[in-house]
């Protein structure tokens, strides 16, 4: 009796299990949105974007609400996120098949996955770089968002990665800025000696370090082997560059950053406030953070960063780089259209209103300085000097290598990110941590 | 059957059917649906699933970080047991042994006040308790000469697992303290006076009249502290979110980045199972060990 009632129930245990698997096979496939139609200037607009917090929070929310003043029967609805958090909330509203009508993108991997799974409307009928809206971008921001020929993205404002230098702390220490790695290293004792921390470097996220990685990859390995080894399907990772690039950032954690092995243990904040407070020297960052920067050491004190006092250039390159040396690390953001939104046509519209002339400029003004890819909005007049200088670099940049953890697969970025912290805290050397990567991308075929 | 046992019956039936409903969907549901996850590979940006049987499990043993995650959630299951459990108990039985009341009950909430924190507050707060350069810890340990250990608690693999459960248990520590007292104060005041008529010392009366007449509540508070530790997550993704390399996993934190990070919600959903599945065994034992330990005066 009780071994009929215990097979009764496991019966019933594996019919549910297969009933409810039968169930979650996959969300209904709506009919593809018409991002050419005519919009529809009624309901609600919802978007998900990356301006959470201060001091980018109002760039949006002034803009729903002329949006609105402008189509009073449209309504928008914002969702906004951090850098940080945007990341699981895409995912989330993806599995759940909830994506809003338009949403925050990176380039690379992470926004072919949502052209790969049929989520992000093809845009090339109205932002090719033939049409009237694509010739307002720039063609290399519009590019980074194709794949196989199509366009599928909305550029909003490009980015690179700079190192920051406060000259006056260098002038103190006696120090020129450097001009190659070996220089840069070797002037962190003179800064140390003057009372600074030589690199203000915070990792608890562990993406800081793919970001010195990266571009000490792109400097030591030439691009198409790179480039190869991003894909795990040809994947070799056996460039000797990336052993020469590996040692070179423990060289620069070990010698020019105070809290050394400890490194994983600071904040990327906590970095940016010291260099901006004045403590630090150089810290290494995202041309979106330069007015940061310099408006957070406001009244901090005598040594604070003053604007005049920043200098940015790209990371120096060290000498004998086999690689690519004029490639900058950095990849414009943007907006994708969700391929199944009944809005896609009113999506697109909201976007032009966004990326028209005066908003470009206005995102690329102070307080937000998001360098814009319209063409023409990063003026000297409309932007801080470092802001312009650094997108005039990027745009002037032969080739851009975009973000570690975005450009390659989920996997494989994942064992970076924890050989990059293992690599700060001596838990695994340079031939270890590029085995380890190896292996995650070998699985991930 | 009389009719009117049937719908006596009917009608128990019919009261408890809301409750059975709420339960089946919004707990047993999830749980069958978890581990249909479990056996498939599922790309959220397509939406497409396959079928892959119990292959995520297999990988599971394969998987360093996932022992290296059990281990981690064993050492917070060890600890807890030693500060929650044992710690709390002894703290407890002396404040309670304080003869002011008024000293006592102040005591009492000093220590419950870091329960009152919210875990992501707490863990915050930590983790610049824990700064290297600005941490209270290390200025701490600085002002008493004893600056040569200062460290960068959470930046260090060999460190980072227990700075985290160090400040689970100050976190958790005065709850426990504050539910051992009241399971105290509820033993009968004549058993101790008793017990003082004949000569019974502090610690013998610790060991011989609180220890078995808590023993209930110590029961209660194993299968918490255990099944809690099985469970952690907000503190070790406000403190560490699993790093450096991994070293702060647990098998919440591993199922969370295995999913959200790495896009692999069928082995996300695998770790899940286990999870349930040590959790519910934890639970089923601690329950039968405990049955017959009622205490009854």
């Known amino acids: ?445 | 059957m009389p009719v009117r046992t049937m719908y006596r019956r009917a009608l128990g039936l019919a009261w408890v059917i809301p409750a059975l409903v709420l339960l089946g969907v919004f707990v047993y549901l999830p749980l069958v649906q978890n581990f249909g996850f479990s056996t498939l590979t599922w790309d959220i940006y397509s939406g497409s699933q396959e079928y892959v049987g119990l292959e995520n499990y297999r990988e599971l043993f394969d998987d360093p970080v996932f022992w290296s995650s059990f281990a981690n959630n064993l050492w917070y299951a060890v600890l807890s047991i030693v500060f929650q459990v044992c710690g709390a108990l002894l703290l407890a039985a002396l404040v309670e042994s304080i003869r002011s009341p008024r000293w006592a009950r102040v005591l009492r909430a000093v220590y419950f006040i870091p329960s009152a924190i919210s875990l992501t507050v707490a863990g915050l707060l930590f983790y610049f308790v824990y700064e290297p350069r600005l941490g209270l810890l290390n200025h701490v340990l600085e002002a008493v000469g004893l600056g040569r250990f200062g460290q960068a608690w959470l930046g260090q693999e060999s460190t980072a697992m227990f700075a985290v459960i160090a400040m689970s248990q100050w976190q958790g520590f005065g709850y426990c303290t504050l539910l051992f007292a009241i399971a105290i104060q509820r033993i009968p005041s004549e058993l101790y006076e008793a017990a003082s008529l004949d000569g019974v010392g502090p610690v013998r009366r610790f060991f011989h009249v609180t220890l078995p007449l808590v023993r209930e509540m110590t029961g209660l508070m194993m299968m918490v502290t255990v099944s809690g530790a099985f469970q952690v997550f907000n503190e070790v993704m406000v403190m560490t979110s699993g790093g450096p390399n991994n070293s702060t996993q647990v098998l919440g934190t591993w199922l969370y980045r295995n999913g959200f990070v790495r896009n692999d919600f069928g082995y996300a959903a695998a770790i899940g199972t286990v999870i349930f599945v040590i959790t519910l065994a934890l639970a089923v034992a601690q329950l039968w060990i405990t049955r017959k330990r009622r205490v009854e005066w």
């Open chain 1, 1 to 445: 009796m009780r071994a009929r009632a215990l097979t009764r129930y496991a019966a019933l245990f594996g019919a549910s299990v297969l009933a409810l698997t039968g169930c979650f096979a996959g969300p209904a496939k709506a009919p593809a949105a018409d991002v050419t139609a005519k919009p529809e200037f009624s309901g609600t607009l919802s978007i998900l974007t990356k301006f959470a917090g201060d001091p980018l929070s109002p760039y949006f929310e002034d803009l729903a609400a002329a949006y609105e003043r402008k189509h009073p029967g449209v309504k928008v609805e914002l969702i906004q996120e951090t850098d940080q958090s945007i990341k699981d909330k895409t995912k989330t509203l993806t599995a759940s098949d909830a994506l809003p009508d338009l949403y925050f993108t990176w380039t690379g991997n992470w926004a072919e996955n949502f052209v790969r799974g049929g989520r992000a409307s093809d845009l090339t009928e109205v932002i090719g770089p033939d049409t009237e809206w694509g010739r307002t971008f720039s063609k290399a921001s519009l590019s980074a968002f194709a794949h196989d020929g199509r366009y599928y993205g909305i550029p909003l404002y490009n980015n690179g990665k700079f190192m920051g230098y406060n000259k006056a702390a260098f002038a103190e220490a006696g120090v020129g800025v450097p001009t190659t790695f070996e220089e840069l290293v070797d002037s962190c004792p003179h800064l140390r000696k003057a009372g600074y921390e030589p690199v203000a470097f915070g990792n608890k996220d562990g993406w800081p370090a793919l970001h010195y990685l990266q571009q000490l990859f792109a400097y030591h390995v030439p691009r198409e082997i790179r480039e190869a080894d991003h894909h795990p399907g040809t994947a070799t990772l056996d460039d000797a560059g990336y052993l020469t690039a590996l040692k070179q950032f423990k060289t620069l954690v070990s010698a020019c950053t105070d809290t050394r092995g400890g490194t994983n243990g600071v904040l990327y904040t906590s970095a940016q406030e010291a260099f901006s407070r004045g403590k630090a020297a150089m810290y290494y960052q995202e041309i979106l953070e330069f007015d940061n920067a310099t408006a957070a050491g406001a009244g901090a004190g005598p040594r604070a960063l003053k604007p005049q006092n920043l200098v940015v250039r790209p990371l120096p390159v060290p000498e004998g780089a086999k690689g690519d040396p004029e490639a900058i690390e950095g990849a414009p953001e943007g907006y994708l259209v969700n391929a199944r939104s009944p809005r896609a046509a009113l999506a697109v519209d909201f976007m032009k209103f966004v990326t028209e002339r005066r908003n470009a400029k206005t995102l690329s003004s102070p307080p937000y300085g998001q360098p814009s890819t319209v063409v023409g909005a990063v003026t000297p007049e409309t932007s801080s000097r470092a802001v312009f200088q650094g997108i005039e670099t990027v745009n002037k940049a032969p080739r851009l290598a975009g973000w570690l953890d975005m450009v390659t697969a989920p996997e494989v970025a994942d064992a970076w990110l924890a050989g990059g912290e293992a690599l700060i805290s001596g838990g695994m050397s340079p031939e270890e941590v590029l085995e380890s990567v190896r292996r995650a991308s070998k699985s991930a075929k």
